[in-house]
């Protein structure tokens, strides 16, 4: 799966360094705007507590979590649709991602400026809708100019596109993202050949000082944060970065025990890797044999071919059926011979929707 999230902010928000605990690439994190120019992409590793559960069962002589992609997109500032700051860089790398994940400054630090001079969060949150929204709106006018006329001569495709652009510009005009207008599912169609910015899901990170790590219920910023949230359909997670980075380069006992120390079961990373996943419609098949127990990514709604065809492609080509268990029989029934008897491993065909935690055997012949 070639999807992405990429990560977006003010400048100075804290967003290279959370990419750098996500992805311990060493992006540049620096006290200053723009310290990200180009793009940096990082692969990262799924959290996922089935996959050592079917280890300990299994006992393989590997195991394979299955990745994603993060990309880290420069700062944008007030005017970028405009070309202000890096504006057109930003709107063409955000253009390549499939997700937003957008980071939010909740904590107060006078060591670390603030482009607007003053943390207000819902402020930092509107100001890239903004330029989102005046981007999205230059491409609706434009198409707009073009269908126009051939609605007027009653032209059925042009009606319902000029129907449907109508619909979006209303909302950009009330400063609203194209995500919250509700489409019918042709509409929906029409909507996504647009490729608009607005369009695409968010996940907003509330980045928290270190001193409100396991109180955040207190911390005012990010109250604010969900609140706006709501509106927006949205999820919000809390991580501090600077935290999150000093994580990242534990091994796994010493990133327990510090957890540990801070009151904390799972770390904010952990929890945004998850709903990052999440938020690209993204689920994990397994396959697990004595050679190899493996995750793998796919698309929720995929059928069996298609999922086969993720290993490889005579997978898909010569798919004839899957030999299928889900991961909570499997775990029941101990093995994989013990679930075959209870009669809760089954043969899916052509047709079958994989579902997330399926444990899969593909039969094929090419």
Not at 3 to 32: C, D, R
Not at 196 to 225: C, F, H, S, W
Not at 352 to 362: A, K, L, R
Request: proline residues 3%; charged residues 30%.
């Amino acid at each position: 799966m070639s999807l992405t999230a990429g990560i977006v902010g003010l400048p100075n928000v804290g967003k290279s360094t959370l990419f750098n605990a996500i992805t311990q690439a060493g992006a540049e994190a620096a006290n200053y705007p723009f310290a990200t120019i180009d793009p940096n992409v990082g692969v990262v590793e799924v959290p996922d507590a089935r996959l050592q559960k079917l280890t300990e069962l299994v006992e393989p002589k590997k195991t394979v979590p299955t990745t994603f992609e993060f990309t880290d997109i420069a700062g944008i500032v007030k005017g970028a649709s405009k070309g202000e700051g890096l504006g057109n860089k930003f709107l063409a790398n955000i253009r390549q991602v499939d997700a937003i994940c957008h980071v939010v400054r909740c904590f107060d630090d006078e060591n670390i400026t603030h482009v607007a001079g003053r943390v207000d969060p819902i402020e930092d949150i509107e100001t890239i809708n903004l330029e989102l929204i005046l981007a999205d709106m230059e491409t609706v006018e434009k198409r707009l100019a073009k269908v126009e006329k051939l609605a007027r001569q009653k032209d059925k495709e042009a009606l319902a596109e000029y129907e449907v652009l109508t619909k979006v510009k209303e909302a950009f005009e009330k400063e609203l993202p194209a995500r919250t207008v509700e489409f019918t599912e042709e509409q929906q169609k029409i909507v996504k050949g647009y490729q608009l910015l607005t369009q695409k899901p968010v996940l907003y990170v509330a980045n928290i000082g270190e001193d409100d790590i396991g109180n955040t219920e207190d911390n005012e910023y990010v109250k604010m944060v969900r609140e706006y949230a709501k509106k927006d359909n949205a999820e919000v997670v809390v991580i501090c970065a600077r935290i999150e980075e000093e994580i990242s380069e534990l091994d796994p006992e010493e990133k327990a025990v510090f957890l540990e120390e801070l009151g904390i079961e799972e770390s904010g990373l952990d929890q945004l890797i998850r709903k990052a996943y999440h938020l690209l419609g993204l689920a994990t098949y397994f396959t697990a044999g004595v050679q190899e127990v493996r995750a793998w990514t796919f698309k929720r709604g995929m059928k069996a071919p298609e999922c086969a065809g993720i290993i490889h492609s005579d997978f898909e080509k010569g798919f004839i059926r899957a030999e299928t268990v889900s991961y909570d029989d499997l775990v029941k029934y101990g093995s994989m011979s013990a679930a075959k008897e209870a009669g809760k491993v089954r043969l899916e065909g052509k047709d079958y929707v994989v579902q997330d935690g399926d444990i899969m055997h593909f039969r094929f012949n090419v």
